[in-house]
């Protein structure tokens, strides 16, 4: 069983950056791929990012490459998700999530993941 729990959401102007954290609990952290998703009022919640267990192979969507990095510490049992030049459309609750093996399914897909963290809300304001 993995628990997790988001850390570091707010209201940042345009142009800004925030750091978002996720800390879980569990022994096997080390051995579950990290990502976060973010839900836009009204929208569906979307992939944002993902790390697999040995932090060796980030995963990117379109739409934040470049300006947002994924990172993890296991030894800490935390992920990480820096978010630079921020826009409004990046408005949403960013949510940690967490698989393990066998690793079935594509990253990308919200429905090979089994852990959720409640989500933590970030506003950007133009």
């Known amino acids: 069983q993995v628990q997790l729990v988001e850390s570091g959401g707010g209201l940042v102007q345009a142009g800004g950056s925030l750091r978002l954290s996720c800390a879980a609990s569990?022994?096997?952290?080390?051995?579950?791929?990290m990502a976060w998703f973010r839900q836009a009022p009204g929208k569906e919640r979307e992939f944002v990012a993902a790390i697999t267990w040995g932090g060796s192979r980030p995963y990117y969507a379109d739409s934040v490459k470049g300006r947002f990095t994924i990172s993890r510490d296991n030894a800490k049992n935390t992920v990480s998700l820096q978010m630079n030049s921020l826009k409004p459309e990046d408005t949403a609750v960013y949510s940690c999530a967490a698989r393990g093996p066998p690793y079935s399914g594509s990253v990308y897909d919200e429905s090979t993941y089994g852990y959720w963290g409640q989500g933590t809300m970030v506003t950007v304001s133009s």
């Open positions: 569990g022994r096997t952290f080390s051995t579950y791929t």
